[in-house]
Nanobody, 123 residues
Framework: QVQLVESGGGLVQAGESLKLSCAASGSIFSINTMAWFRQAPGKQRDLVASIILGGRTNYADSVKGRFTISRDGATAYLQMNSLKAEDTAVYYC???????????????????WGQGTQVTVSS
């Protein structure tokens, strides 16, 4: 079992930066992939960024060049620069300890989720 707790959300102005943290506890050595998702009111939850064993990262097109995901021990981070009003959402940390084999590659199966942290960007 893995528990995830997000922190670092808040209110910032457009163009500023913010860094989110996700502290993992429990069976942390079973984690293959950690990721950040976000969900704005009335919209679906979308993948923002992910990082797998070995350090390879993946980003949504909307945040490429602005956001950076990283890991340090049992904590994952999301550095968010040049924030825009459209980045406003609840941000969720997620972790996967299983990978689904597909013809296109390995797909993380996210089983563990944090409670979310609010990020609001004013313009």
């Amino acid at each position: 079992q893995v528990q995830l707790v997000e922190s670092g959300g808040g209110l910032v102005q457009a163009g500023e930066s913010l860094k989110l943290s996700c502290a993992a506890s429990g069976s942390i050595f079973s984690i293959n992939t950690m990721a950040w998702f976000r969900q704005a009111p009335g919209k679906q939850r979308d993948l923002v960024a992910s990082i797998i064993l070995g350090g390879r990262t993946n980003y949504a097109d909307s945040v490429k060049g602005r956001f950076t995901i990283s890991r340090d021990g049992a904590t994952a981070y999301l550095q968010m620069n040049s924030l825009k009003a459209e980045d406003t959402a609840v941000y969720y940390c997620a972790a996967a300890d299983k990978l689904q084999i597909q013809a296109m590659g390995l797909i993380p199966q996210y089983e563990y989720w944090g409670q979310g942290t609010q990020v609001t960007v004013s313009s």
